[in-house]
């Protein structure tokens, strides 16, 4: 068998592993040091624990677009800040860009506040299917 057919890879990608990184922030002066957004999103990298691997797989991009962003050739396009600051579990890049600007981030609800009114829409409607289903179950035609 020639050497060439030993080595075929088959059309197998490679399976995209990604985790969030654990809750992770750095104190604001330290954020607000950073001299350019390349190394504000470098330091929201490093901060995150996270291998460079696993941010950009995880995002969807390219990896030496990743790299050109790190070196500050390149930004993080707009649609993808908020996944990046999810999968790094920081707000250090937004926060500098804000810093930028004379402002500050403020975040307007808890992720717990946000279940909360999930929770909240669920039981409704389940209240609702109980009062239906009770009423049919009563003989009654639901209003």
């Known amino acids: ?10 059309g ?11 809750p992770n922030d750095v104190p604001m002066e330290m954020v607000r040091r950073q001299k350019s957004p390349a190394a504000a999103f470098a ?3 490093q901060s995150s624990g996270l291998e460079d691997k696993e941010i950009y797989s995880g995002l969807g ?3 030496g677009y990743f790299s050109r962003i790190k070196k500050g050739e390149a930004t993080l396009q707009a649609d993808l800040v908020k996944p990046f600051c999810d999968l790094v579990n920081n707000r250090i890049y937004p926060e500098w860009g804000a810093y930028q600007l004379g402002c500050t981030l403020t975040q307007l609800k808890s992720e717990a506040e946000r279940q909360l009114e999930l929770m909240q829409k ?12 009770t009423e049919a179950i009563n003989g009654r035609v639901p209003a």
Request: contains cysteine; negative net charge.
């Open 43 to 45: 330091l929201s990298c």
């Open 61 to 63: 991009i390219d990896p």
């Open 1 to 10: 068998m020639a050497s060439k057919e030993l080595n075929r890879n088959d």
């Open 12 to 22: 197998q990608g490679e399976l995209a592993l990604t985790r969030c990184a654990e």
């Open 122 to 133: 669920a039981l409704a409607d389940e209240k609702t299917k109980v009062r239906i289903l």
